[in-house]
């Protein structure tokens, strides 16, 4: 019996997740994750008897799913906000979460060119 990769599309899940955070930079390792379970699993639907771990590809779709939902909502609202938000307005926003994580005035001023 065969097995599915089902390893891949659990890195590329992992990693949409922790990507998501970056202004939803996940839904591509989301996207091509959840169109590797795709396929996986209409391999194993189309000849069950030649795949051993087939509900695990489908776990592993699931997975990639949600990973995908999660970081399409964050690219969503990430475009929403540079969008409707003026540029001074995020870089305020951003300063000022800076100083809310404990970054002192010398070090927000090293990075504050680099913050647009």
Known sequence: ???????????????????CCCSGIGVIPSAIAFYLAHKGVQQWQANPE?????????????????????SG???TYSIYNIATTDADQRKEDTI???RDAGLEDEQIDQIEPYIW
Do not use: D
């Open 96 to 98: 000022r979460s800076l």
């Open 1 to 19: 019996m065969q097995k599915l990769n089902t390893t891949v599309v659990y890195i590329l899940a992992i990693v949409g997740f922790l990507c």
């Open 50 to 70: 030649a795949y051993s771990n087939g509900p695990a590809m489908k776990t592993a779709k699931t997975v990639a799913l949600v990973a995908l939902i999660l």
């Open 73 to 75: 909502l964050v690219a």
